[in-house]
């Protein structure tokens, strides 16, 4: 498993499935994939 991997090369609803996101694959259109979440002053 490659953690950098985990983020979709593309965005908005039909966003691309990388091997890490192959499982979730069935449930793809009830779901959101949130990346980038840091605080500034953290």
Same mark, same amino acid.
């Given at each position: #498993?490659n *953690?950098? =991997?985990?983020?979709? @090369? @593309?965005e908005?609803?039909?966003?691309?499935l990388t *091997?890490e996101?192959? *499982?979730?694959? *069935? #449930? =793809?259109?009830r #779901?959101n994939i949130?990346e =980038?979440l840091?605080r500034a002053?953290?």
């Amino acid at each position: #498993m490659n *953690p950098l =991997r985990w983020d979709p @090369t @593309t965005e908005g609803s039909d966003w691309e499935l990388t *091997p890490e996101l192959q *499982p979730i694959a *069935p #449930m =793809r259109d009830r #779901m959101n994939i949130l990346e =980038r979440l840091q605080r500034a002053d953290a």
